[in-house]
């Protein structure tokens, strides 16, 4: 089974970013984390990350013959891209939205998700532990 797993704007910046919030851990070694986690060693997990919407968006439409499984941390896209909404829909992916800081308790503009309707699942504040409850959404429900 394929998952792809997307992570939008500023999240390469991990590690560096806001430590106290989104952990000491770069993208890169959270990637290999993920990799190596006994629930991913029968899986086939492409990553991409873009700070850039329309990147993103074609990023999807590229996989959307191949792949139908998605773990998604939009970034800040989660809180208004309505393009990256329709793509996820519009590609008929299953995708779980995953942000490792728990965004109902932070800014008010950050608890509204445009990406939620169109998600299985929406998992947050689990740090990077989040990504792996979201490939086990994604595996509970195939
Ligand atoms: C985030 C939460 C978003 O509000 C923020 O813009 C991010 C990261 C998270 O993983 O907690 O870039 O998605």
Known sequence: MKIIIVNGPNLNLLGEREPEIYGSDTLDEINDWIK???????????????????????????????????????????????ALRDAIAGT???????????????????????????????VVGEGKQGYITAIKHILETK
């Open 36 to 82: 190596n986690h006994d629930i991913c060693q029968n899986l086939d997990l492409e990553f991409f990350q873009s700070n850039s919407e329309g990147a993103i968006i074609d990023f999807l439409h590229s996989k959307r013959k191949e792949v139908n499984h998605l773990v998604i941390n939009p970034g800040a896209l989660t809180h208004y891209s309505y």
């Open 92 to 122: 008929n992916m299953k995708a779980v939205e995953i942000h490792l800081s728990d965004i109902h308790n932070r800014e008010n503009f950050r608890k509204i998700s445009v990406i939620k309707s169109v998600c299985l699942a929406q």
